[in-house]
């Protein structure tokens, strides 16, 4: 789906500070076929799904307009504007995309119920906190299980050349992730083991035989992980939807790191207890995790 706007930058976002509230100018407004109401505001606190990545699903919440009416908002969606021509795309038309240059910039698209507001207007954001709290230790517990996963399957790989996590590692999350589904205080990662990673030395036969050692030994350093809490950082704040940040937190004493565009709980103390499960599947295996 593509539209003509007047937009050409990317949307100061609130969430990766944990704002749950906040304001924003309308930029555009519009009515697509399928009957959704489409508004781009240039700053907003309401985390989108990503086209390219759709790990964490879209916050929900309220906008409030100048007049007093509240209009529900039922999804959100990162779109692309070209910053010389306006013209938006999001949905397949982002996707086809592909690689894009710095004339592309993210925006945050608020899929709204009800007669869209006036471009120009500024309105109020209100996002459901509940749900982002456990959208957000859903996926602070999924970073933890994969540093942990990585943790465990180390003596698994036969050769060196795989990629190291930030804990020094081998980072078979990074290697063998194909897709990552996040919902309320729950996450499931799928990974897959194919030519390449057998060629780099990772034995899964061997993996999947032991994996009720694996599974008690991730789960016990998660434990340990979650006996010593510390805060969780995500920078650089304040930012824009195209600014790429780094998901920071101190683990067995070093700093563990990865690249993240979702949100996250503030402190370890913030997770009460985190277990994880793994079960084979064809040419890979599963990884569920819940928190509370």
Sequence with gaps: MRFQTDVRDSTRIG???????????????????????????????????????????????????????????TDAWTGMANAETGELVF?????????????????????????????????????DADRRRKLSLAHTAAHLSAFALNRAAKSYWTKEGAALDTLGNPDFDKEAIVSALLSE??????????????????????????????????????????????AISLTPVPSTLDTRRLWECVLDGKQAQMYCAGTHVASLQDIAAITVSIEPVDGGVVMHTAAR
Aim: net charge negative; hydrophobic share 40%.
């Design 15 to 73: 969430f990766a500070s944990g704002d749950v509230s906040g304001s924003g100018k309308v930029l555009f407004a519009a009515e697509e076929p399928d009957g959704n109401t489409l508004v781009i505001c240039d700053e907003t606190p309401v985390h989108p799904v990503s086209f390219r990545w759709p790990d964490q699903p879209a916050d929900r919440g309220v906008m409030i307009t100048a007049g007093g009416q509240r209009l529900e908002i």
């Design 91 to 127: 949905g397949e038309d982002a996707r086809a995309l592909g690689r894009t240059g710095d004339e592309w910039k993210s925006v945050v698209i608020h899929v709204i119920t009800g007669d869209a507001p006036a471009a120009g207007e500024t309105v109020s954001i209100e996002v």
């Design 185 to 230: 205080q729950a996450s499931v990662d799928t990974y897959r083991v194919g030519k390449t990673l057998r060629k780099k030395g990772f034995e899964l036969d061997r993996f999947v035989a032991d994996l009720p050692a694996v599974i008690e030994a991730i789960n016990g350093t998660l434990r340990g992980w979650l006996s010593e809490p510390t």
